[in-house]
């Protein structure tokens, strides 16, 4: 079984990375998207931490032998989706910078042809 | 008929002059632009100086980004034909008008430039050959077709795949993986005989430290493109 001291240790710290995120959100350091992502990590960590009989029980079927190790794969699993997820969106994020970088090249040739054509039609005009 | 030959540049300033001069030669028909990819030596400088028709891009995006800037580029304004034309001097310009008269009189949407047809002229080194007769197979097992030379960089195509390459296009080692997307639609892709040169500066993206990269990520990719449609 845990130790009473762990028990309060754990929720403790996530408490603090709880309170983090939110000090976090608040400064628009992160987006709620992947606060709430965290966020749900965090609660279910102290959720275990609360009611290790869950993770015995959840050791046992998984043939986990302490319920501690159960803990750290638990939060080990969550966070390897957290850190797929932002996988994803980095690859989402570098699909949007290539468009606009190629807008933006696109755009300045345009404009810089466009000062060509209207500084002809100036000089045309001074003839 | 307004075409483009689009030249992606990526510390080209050795070849560059020559490849323009040779397109205004021998390709009159065709307007050109360089899309530099964040060159590091004079290639910027260079295509001011000469006057040159360049766009120049904010961040370095790699081969496939490149050349869909141009393709972007081509569909924004109107162009029915846009071309792809390696700017380290492999490519002859001579090849695009009757290039274009095959996508034309072939109905096709693509027409590749290939080496292995008459095999004349540069045909790369013999594991480079091994390489690319393995993606040669793995198209014919993917799509049923045969592309002698998938990894040409020397690819015409129509305005139809103008807008779909604006829309998506892989972003490193472009050539296999877009020619199993555009079979895999039932587009139509020709090839024609080209003669080749060696490159006369710089060197190939692909080395023998990225070669076992190179080639899991193009076949992966394949089979990926195969299962989109």
Redesign the interface.
Known sequence: MMSLRLQLGIIFIMLVVAGSIVHFLRRKSIDFRYALAWLFVDVVIIILAIFPRAMVWLSQILGVASPVNMVLFVGLCLSLVVIFSLSMSVSRLADKVRKLSQEIAIIRKDVFDGDNRVREEMNNIKD | MKKLVIIPAFNEEGNLEKTILDIKENAPAFDY?I?NDCSTDGTLAMCRRHGF???????N?GIG?AV??GY??AY?HGYDIAVQFDGDGQHSASYLPEMAERLEETGSDMVIGSRFITKEGFQSSSLRRLGIRYFTFLIRLLTGKKITDPTSGMRMINRKLMEKFTEEYP?DYPEPESVVTVLSEKHRVTEMPVIMNEREEGSSSISLGNGVYYMVKVSFAMVIARMKR
Do not use: D, E
Request: aromatic share 18%; glycine share 6%.
């Open positions: 632009v899309i028709s360049y766009l120049n891009l904010p961040v995006l980004g869909q800037t972007r580029y924004y972003k």
